[in-house]
C-alpha cells in the first residue's frame, strides 16, 4: 500500500469526530457517480502567537454554502457548526498547520440524474500540505504552458461554485501540462482570454499596474481578493481586466494565487520567459505581505485570522 500522508486521528463527519478509518462512504454515493459535490480548501497556520489560525475561515466557508447554492444542495448544518468543526479538526489532531477540506456530498439511497432525495453528507478533513508547485516553484517562479483544455463556459457548469465535477476540467489539464514538462496548465476561457489556473487564479503586471481576469470564468480565489487588497493598500494598482496570452508574454511579471499554491511567481508561459525570468518585485512584494498576513504578522490583516 503507498505511504498514505493524509492519515491523522480523526475525521469529522456529519456531526461527529470519528476515527480516520471509519470516515467511509458507500460506493453508491450519488456523488462519486455524478460529480455533484462541492468543496472548499483552506489553510490553517500558526502564527506567530503561537496559536494556530485558520486563513480566512468564515469566507471559505460563506464560499462554500455559495457554492451549494448554486448547485441547489441543501446542507443542513449551519456555516457556524462547519467552522466550528473545521477547528475542532485541527485541534483533535494537533495540526498546528495544515490544509482543511469540508466536503458537501450526496450519499447513497437513490440512483439517476432526478434523484433529489439523497442524504447530503458532510466531512472535514484535514492533513500537513508542503508548497503546491514545490518549493521550488514557490521561490524561483514555475513554468506554464497554455492548455488545450478551455476552462468551461458560465453557463455549462458555473465558475462562482467550487464544484468536484469542475475539476475532470483542472485535472486533464494538469495531467497534459506535467506530462510535456510544464509545472502548471494555464487556460484560456472559450474566448480565447486568459482564464486560471488548474488550481490557481492569475495575476499580470507590466509598467506597475496588475491584472487579473473578471470572475467570469474563474473561481472567486479568496487568495485573490487577499491579495487585491493587499496590492491596493500598497498603493498599487490593480484592474480585473481581460487579456491575452500574448500580454502574458510581454508581461514584466506573473504570479498565480491560491490557497494551497499561496502566491507563487511564474517564469515562463509556453516557452517565452516573462520578464527577467525571476520573481519580480512586485510579486515578492505580495508574497512577503501575504506571507506576514498568514502569520499574523501584519496588523491591518488580523482580522484575517480565525483561531481555532
Ligand atoms: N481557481 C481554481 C480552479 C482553484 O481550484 C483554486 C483553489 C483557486 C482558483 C484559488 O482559490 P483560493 O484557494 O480561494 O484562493 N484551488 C484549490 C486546489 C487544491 C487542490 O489541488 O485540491 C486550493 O488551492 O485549495
Known amino acids: 500500500m503507498a505511504a498514505n500522508s493524509l492519515r491523522t486521528d480523526k475525521i469529522w463527519i456529519d456531526g461527529a ?6 470516515a467511509n462512504v ?20 500558526k ?23 448554486i448547485v441547489e444542495m441543501q446542507i443542513l448544518f449551519s456555516p457556524e457548526e462547519l467552522l466550528k468543526a473545521c477547528c475542532d479538526v485541527v485541534r483533535v489532531n494537533r495540526l498546528e498547520e495544515c490544509y482543511l477540506r469540508p466536503i458537501a456530498f450526496y450519499g447513497e439511497g437513490e440512483m439517476g440524474l432526478s434523484a433529489r432525495g439523497n442524504k447530503v453528507r458532510v466531512a472535514i478533513a484535514g492533513w500537513p500540505w508542503g508548497a503546491y508547485l514545490g518549493e521550488d516553484g514557490a521561490k524561483k517562479g514555475v513554468r506554464l504552458k497554455t492548455s488545450s483544455f478551455v476552462r468551461f463556459h458560465h453557463n455549462s457548469l458555473m465558475p462562482l461554485a467550487k464544484a ?13 501540462a506535467r506530462r510535456n514538462g510544464y509545472d502548471e496548465a494555464l487556460l484560456l476561457d472559450v474566448h480565447g482570454y486568459v482564464a486560471e489556473g488548474s488550481g490557481e487564479n492569475f ?12 470572475l467570469n470564468s474563474v473561481l472567486p480565489g479568496i487568495t485573490r481578493a487577499s491579495v487585491m487588497k493587499i496590492l491596493r493598500d500598497a498603493s498599487i494598482e490593480v484592474v480585473e481586466q481581460s487579456f491575452s ?3 502574458v508574454y510581454i508581461a514584466d511579471e506573473a504570479f498565480m494565487t491560491g490557497t494551497a499554491a499561496e502566491v507563487t511567481p511564474v517564469r ?3 516557452d517565452r520567459m516573462i520578464g527577467g525570468g525571476v520573481p519580480g518585485p512586485v510579486t515578492l512584494k505580495v508574497q512577503e ?17 480565525h483561531y481555532v
Open 289 to 305: 505581505v501575504f506571507r506576514a498576513a498568514l502569520h499574523g504578522r501584519d496588523a491591518r490583516y488580523r482580522g484575517w485570522l
Open 245 to 247: 496570452r500574448d500580454a
Open 268 to 270: 515562463e508561459l509556453d
Open 26 to 45: 458507500h460506493v453508491l454515493s450519488h456523488s462519486l457517480h455524478y460529480g455533484l459535490a462541492v468543496f472548499e480548501g483552506m489553510r490553517c497556520y
Open 17 to 22: 469526530l470519528v476515527p480516520y478509518d471509519e
Open 47 to 69: 502564527a506567530d502567537n503561537e496559536r494556530s489560525a485558520i486563513f480566512r475561515g468564515p469566507e471559505h466557508i460563506r464560499r462554500l454554502f455559495d457554492s451549494a447554492h
Open 164 to 176: 468536484s465535477g469542475h475539476y475532470v476540467n483542472s485535472i486533464l489539464a494538469g495531467y497534459e
Open 203 to 214: 495575476f499580470i503586471v507590466r509598467d506597475g499596474v496588475v491584472k487579473t481576469p473578471p
